[in-house]
């Protein structure tokens, strides 16, 4: 049994795309719904459209991926109509992030006046808005949209988080996530602003930003684990928590639940295999529940031992 819950959303399973990947268009997402996916994330979403950095903006290597893509999307009314007219046979986690911290208070006030029941993602951790830093390292500004977010937002409500490297960081964001009422936190964003070079050519991998990107894939998989983690011993048990960063197979989605995670998505390695990535990863899975007798996901999360 893979079954999960977040808020008020059953999900069959717990594999979700991560915002961003094989979900900005209706084709795309339509693909995710008839995948094996237990739910489907809208790509992250502005008031308007916009077409994104310059390319190449997106890289993959052995060990993961680089990106900056400036978050090109079709305009929150896009994704809404999605949503609210797609027949739902599975969650839908519907992604917005604004540059501009104001914008992100209308789009709340847009979903929250719409007919759509399903999880809503603030995204406070997009590396790539040339001239915008990331809300999730402001913790005055993180707070302050909470605060404002939850005064006309009564829908099931969740983040989007930057990873963090610091003990006292993760003492204090855990702070002041515990006095709203989240349903859950997705951690982690891709490592902001790294950098991946070509040593023949001399090249920068990606065109914007002077190359520098948000880093996803393997890399990145003992910082989303150590998110996931110290999240969960901080948080509150109210706040679910979707872990995310470098699963290639079905014993990463398995440490990310030991660690604490209600639910995992996918980034790099969906971008790199497409949808039918679900199926493998499920049975990889359930393979290793099998062998370890543990009959759901409940019966191992959260259980990590000390060495
Ligand atoms: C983009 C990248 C992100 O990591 C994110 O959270 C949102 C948008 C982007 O570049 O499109």
Not at 143 to 153: G, N, P, T
Request: charge should be neutral; aromatic fraction near 8%.
């Amino acid at each position: 049994d893979l079954s999960t819950t977040i808020g008020p959303n059953q999900f069959s399973n717990p594999l979700i795309n991560a915002a961003g990947v094989w979900d900005e268009t209706a084709l795309e997402l339509d693909e995710l719904v008839a995948s094996t996916a237990g739910g489907v994330t809208t790509k992250s979403a502005t008031l308007e459209p916009r077409s994104g950095n310059q390319r190449p903006r997106y890289a993959d290597v052995a060990l993961g991926s680089i990106n900056s893509m400036g978050l090109p999307n079709q305009g929150l009314k896009y994704y809404l109509n999605y949503v609210t007219t797609h027949d739902a046979s599975k969650p839908i986690d519907l992604s917005i992030a604004n540059p501009n911290p104001m914008d992100n208070l209308t789009a709340l006030q847009m979903i929250q006046d719409s007919s759509f029941q399903g999880l809503t993602e603030l995204n406070l951790s997009c590396p790539n808005v040339i001239g915008k830093p990331q809300i999730g390292y402001d913790l005055a500004a993180l707070k302050q949209i909470l605060q404002q977010a939850f005064k006309l937002f009564t829908k099931p409500l969740g983040i989007k988080l930057p990873p963090y490297f610091d003990l006292q960081q993760f003492d204090a964001v855990a702070d002041i996530l515990n006095q709203f009422p989240l349903t859950f936190i997705n951690t982690i964003n891709s490592v902001g602003n790294g950098l991946l070079v070509d040593p023949t050519s001399e090249r920068t991998l990606i065109e914007p930003k002077g190359g520098f990107g948000g880093i996803g894939g393997a890399y990145v998989k003992p910082v989303a684990l150590a998110n996931v983690h110290a999240f969960r011993s901080r948080l509150k048990p109210t706040i679910k928590i979707i872990g995310t960063g470098g699963v290639r197979n079905g014993t990463d989605v398995f440490e990310l639940i030991l660690c604490g995670a209600d639910a995992v998505s996918v980034g790099t390695t969906l971008m790199q295999a497409g949808p039918q990535l679900f199926t493998k990863l499920q049975d990889e899975l359930i393979q290793l529940m099998v062998q370890k007798h543990y009959p759901s996901l409940a019966t191992f999360r959260n259980q990590l031992k000390a060495a």
